[in-house]
């Protein structure tokens, strides 16, 4: 792994897993999403992780006219990196996660490492009062839903989004999709330093075990060596512990709604800012700081 004395600190805002009715905190329309995402930035975050959702109903939703909504106030008001997400939602056919990543060509883009199981039922479980219909199919319709990151699909978003320039978090959710990134490694098709975002605690993939999180370094330094930069985010309750152990072993941190809507136990956080002010002051700690925007765009190699 490479090491530095600064945290890049990302904050994945809204996603597209949790649903209005999980939190009033959750930032849905284009509005709520840009100020939640300046607050983070303004808060330490270096890279905010994107998602769109119709500002209606607050359902997931492809569209670039709805991106752009929040893009452009986000790049007026501060200069994080924007990370525009390719995983979308596990409904969404891949032109659709492509849309806004494709219109937008970001600095940095999400690419998920593997096809896989993704139950996300879980979530459902403390709602009491069902805001919109659509969220109750969403969550609970199916529990066999595949999310598809095919050898095909993951070398179709390195090839097009790559080649304008973007580059990737590289989301892995078990230690088999550390293979399948080398594999395109050993292929040219990814060039260092690269960022390894380890994705513990999903429900179809690796649980959020500090073990997992120790093995998940073990394996990337043996495949990688120094070639990469790893950084971790956890599902649910587990977010700060897991965040906390990636740091600690010289890693970087994911905090922010779309993993988690808690800031402690049973209380919800009331802005994805709160968690990235907890974060900041956990490293703070730990006699590591933030990374700046622009040494964050260093550190990963960006275009800038
Ligand atoms: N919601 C995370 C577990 C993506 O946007 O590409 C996965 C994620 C996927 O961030
Ligand atoms: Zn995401």
């Not at 050898?151 to 973007?166: N, S, V, W």
């Not at 970087?252 to 709160?274: C, K, M, P, Q, T």
């Not at 933030?290 to 964050?296: G, H």
Request: proline share 4%.
């Amino acid at each position: 792994m490479r090491r530095s004395d600064e945290v890049v600190v990302s904050c994945a805002v809204t996603g597209s897993i949790h649903t209005p009715s999980m939190s009033p905190a959750l930032p849905v329309t284009p509005e709520e999403i840009a100020a939640d995402a300046l607050a983070a930035a303004g808060a330490g975050a270096a890279v905010l992780h994107l998602h769109a959702r119709d500002p209606g109903d607050g359902r997931p939703t492809p569209e670039p006219a709805v991106y752009e909504r929040f893009l452009a106030p986000i790049a007026a008001g501060c200069d994080a990196v924007v990370n525009i997400t390719t995983g979308g939602s596990v409904l969404m056919s891949l032109d659709d996660r492509l849309a806004a990543a494709r219109a937008f060509s970001p600095e940095l883009a999400s690419l998920n490492m593997g096809s896989m199981n993704f139950n996300f039922a879980g979530a459902a479980a403390r709602i009491e009062h069902w805001r919109h219909d659509w969220e109750r199919e969403y969550l609970l319709g199916s529990v066999d839903r595949i999310f598809s990151n095919t050898f095909t699909q993951i070398e179709t978003i390195l090839r097009d989004l790559g080649g304008r320039g973007t580059r990737f978090e590289f989301e892995c959710y078990d230690i088999g999709h550390l293979y399948t990134l080398a594999h395109f490694v050993e292929r040219g098709l990814v060039r260092a330093p690269f960022l390894v975002q380890g994705v513990f605690g999903i429900l179809g993939g690796i649980g959020a075990d500090l073990d997992h999180v120790h093995h998940m370094v073990r394996t990337a330094d043996r495949l990688f060596g120094e070639d990469y930069v790893f950084s971790a985010l956890a599902a649910g309750r587990h977010q700060f512990a897991v965040a906390t152990q990636s740091a600690q072993l010289g890693g970087h941190v994911r905090v922010g709604l779309e993993d988690n809507l808690h800031i402690g136990r049973g209380r919800l956080a009331g802005s994805n800012a709160e968690q990235v002010e907890k974060i900041v002051r956990i490293v703070g700690e730990m006699g590591r700081t933030p990374a700046t925007p622009a040494r964050a765009r260093e550190l990963l190699a960006l275009k800038g």
